[in-house]
Nanobody, 122 residues
Framework: QVQLVESGGGSVQTGGSLRLSCAAF????????MGWFRQAPGKEREGVAS????????LYADSVKGRFTISRDNAKNTLYLQMNSLKPEDTGMYYC???????????????WGQGTQVTVSA
């Protein structure tokens, strides 16, 4: 079993930056895939980025490429999302997800955090 705890959300102006963290507590083998999802008001939850245990493979949604960077510290079982050049459309609840399988964007992941709110004002 894995528990995921997100932190780092907040409110920023357009063009600002935030760094989200997700700490995973449990067996490391359960976090071979780690990723970020977000859900904006009135929209479906969407995959933002994912990264795999080796750290060399990452996937990003087209909407965040060039602005967001996903990384992980395997020794700490911690996932990060550096978000730069934030836009109002980035506003939403951001969720951390993990799964022992190498799922694209951790789609269908077994483990989920409770989320951290990101608000970007115009």
């Amino acid at each position: 079993q894995v528990q995921l705890v997100e932190s780092g959300g907040g409110s920023v102006q357009t063009g600002g930056s935030l760094r989200l963290s997700c700490a995973a507590f449990g067996d490391s083998w359960s976090t071979d895939c780690m990723g970020w999802f977000r859900q904006a008001p009135g929209k479906e939850r969407e995959g933002v980025a994912s990264i795999y245990s080796g750290g060399g493979t990452t996937l990003y949604a087209d909407s965040v490429k060039g602005r967001f960077t996903i990384s992980r510290d395997n020794a700490k079982n911690t996932l990060y999302l550096q978000m730069n050049s934030l836009k109002p459309e980035d506003t939403g609840m951001y969720y951390c997800a993990a799964d022992p399988r190498p799922l694209p964007y951790c789609s269908g992941a077994r483990y989920w955090g409770q989320g951290t709110q990101v608000t970007v004002s115009a």
